[in-house]
């Protein structure tokens, strides 16, 4: 176990065992913050005092649990109480503090983990860079020049810079898996309705998820277990029983059918992008090529939902504090409170048209393969990119890969492919409810060390 790096799992093998103690590991992640948060910015809100006593209480307790002593720290969207829930936007600051903690705390703290403070994202996780103009950009730590991606950027940031080996973020259209990718780590979006959000701002409620990001598969699983089961107090969580993963992990992969998604998810990739990509299909002998049928036009109704819902949340405040947006964050939601609702009708029908067609893809494949990102993390500021031949705005279209898979609400596993001079993530694509096969692929992956979450050039 080493450190910064220690990964959740070690950590919490240590406590358990008497080797270390809850107080020594959340001091220590304390500590490294202090150390690296002025070049990083990943932290917003630090929460040393009841971090320190929550550690304390685990060092005498008797159960220690599954994750005991481990550090993590929440993409401050989730209710943390005491902290006003800003959701990375300067109105919220002015919201009374939360008077309880999000579900998903309460079950991580309940498995013994210890939160130690909030995190960056993008304003209103309307982001794919991890810029925000009210708290300052989140900087990769692989190359502060750099973006982390976002909107879940102060959560890849953190666990990538060794300021906590778990996080929690969210994923409405990519806001896991495009910083996981940029970050190089691992992160999780589960199936649609599978982990509660309740506690947490909202942003498009028929297609947010919320998820762990982590530096190893076995991180994502712990978490994940942790997590999972019914929330009455969130009306999509699903009402089914939520079998554990990680004792599922070291079944390996030779019965599963991997296939790699063609043409649209090929279109544009960069040569990174596609590198990553053959690397981890090699490894995994996915030689099946299949077409996902109408993914442009699945990403395009995605952004026409995006738009239309994200503006209904937001109009109040558009009416009342129209100044007090990020003038690019306000005009997006602007335009989108003009779209015609015949639009977001017809966007909506063929939602559920796209939904049946690709279920009826994993009636011949377990899986399927595809890029996280079109490229490696791009420079803070960019604007533009080409793609596919064509120069492109960038904020918009770092998603491009991974919007036609939330839109539907299936599992995905984010891994990172650890090339120079920047690594780039591969998602790993399961059936509905199926998170169990997407782990195991990426903890294959893992263990063949094609995936694996790269230390920065960091002190």
């Known amino acids: 176990m080493e450190g910064a790096w220690a990964q959740a799992s070690e950590i919490a093998a240590a406590v358990g065992e008497g080797r270390m103690?809850?107080?020594?590991?959340?001091?220590?992640?304390?500590?490294?913050?202090?150390?690296?948060?002025?070049?990083?910015n990943a932290f917003t809100d630090l929460l040393a005092e009841r971090a320190l006593k929550r550690a304390h209480g685990i060092d005498l307790a008797h159960?220690?649990?599954?994750?005991?002593?481990v550090p993590f720290a929440v993409k401050n969207l989730f209710d943390v109480a005491g902290l006003a829930t800003r959701a990375g936007s300067r109105i919220n600051r002015d919201r009374a503090p939360a008077t309880r903690d999000a579900t998903l705390i309460s079950r991580l703290e309940g498995a013994g983990a210890v939160l130690v403070g909030a995190l960056n994202m993008g304003e209103y996780a309307y982001d794919f860079t991890g810029e925000n103009v009210h708290d300052g950009d989140c900087r990769n730590p692989h190359d502060l020049s750099r973006m982390t991606g976002g909107s879940s950027s102060g959560s890849a940031c953190a666990v990538a810079a060794g300021l906590a080996p778990l996080t929690l973020g969210s994923d409405t259209n990519g806001s896991i898996r495009v910083?996981?990718?940029?970050?190089?780590?691992?992160?999780?979006?589960?199936?649609?309705?599978?982990?509660?959000?309740?506690g947490t701002f909202p942003f498009v409620a028929s297609l947010d998820h919320v998820g762990p990001m982590a530096r190893s598969t076995r991180d994502l699983a712990l978490a994940y277990d942790a997590m999972a089961g019914h929330d009455a107090h969130d009306p999509v969580c699903a009402d089914r029983a939520a079998d554990r993963v990680t004792p599922l992990l070291d079944r390996g992969i030779e019965a599963l059918?991997?296939?790699?998604?063609?043409?649209?998810?090929?279109?544009?990739?960069?040569?990174?992008?596609?590198?990553?990509?053959?690397?981890?299909?090699?490894?995994?002998?996915a030689e099946t090529e299949i077409e996902i049928p109408e993914a442009a036009r699945a990403r395009a109704a995605a952004y026409v939902i995006t738009a239309s819902e994200g503006a209904a949340l937001h109009l109040a405040r558009l009416r009342a504090r129209?100044?007090?947006?990020d003038p690019?964050?306000?005009d997006r939601l602007i335009a989108g409170a003009m779209i015609?609702?015949?639009m977001a009708v017809k966007a909506q029908k063929?939602?559920?048209?796209?939904?049946?067609?690709?279920?009826?893809l994993f009636a011949d494949v377990d899986a399927v393969l595809a890029p996280a990102t079109p490229c490696a993390a791009p420079r803070i500021g960019q604007q533009t990119f080409v793609l596919d031949g064509v120069e492109l705005p960038l904020r918009p279209n770092l998603g491009v890969y991974t919007q036609p898979i939330s839109f539907i609400g299936l599992p995905v596993v984010a891994v990172p492919v650890p090339l120079e001079p920047l690594p780039v993530g591969v998602q790993i694509i399961a059936a509905p409810w199926r998170e169990d096969v997407a782990l195991r692929i990426a903890h294959a992956l893992e263990e063949m060390g094609v995936a694996a979450a790269p230390r920065p050039p960091l002190a």
């Open 21 to 40: 103690s809850a107080a020594a590991a959340v001091g220590a992640a304390l500590a490294r913050i202090a150390q690296l948060n002025s070049k990083l």
């Open 63 to 69: 159960a220690k649990g599954p994750l005991a002593g």
């Open 179 to 198: 910083p996981s990718s940029f970050c190089g780590i691992f992160g999780l979006k589960p199936t649609y309705g599978r982990l509660s959000r309740a």
């Open 257 to 285: 059918r991997i296939a790699v998604a063609g043409g649209y998810f090929r279109a544009g990739a960069f040569p990174e992008a596609q590198s990553a990509l053959a690397r981890v299909a090699a490894a995994l002998r």
């Open 322 to 325: 129209a100044r007090d947006f």
């Open 328 to 330: 690019a964050m306000r």
């Open 340 to 342: 015609p609702s015949a």
């Open 350 to 360: 063929f939602r559920r048209w796209y939904r049946a067609r690709l279920l009826e």
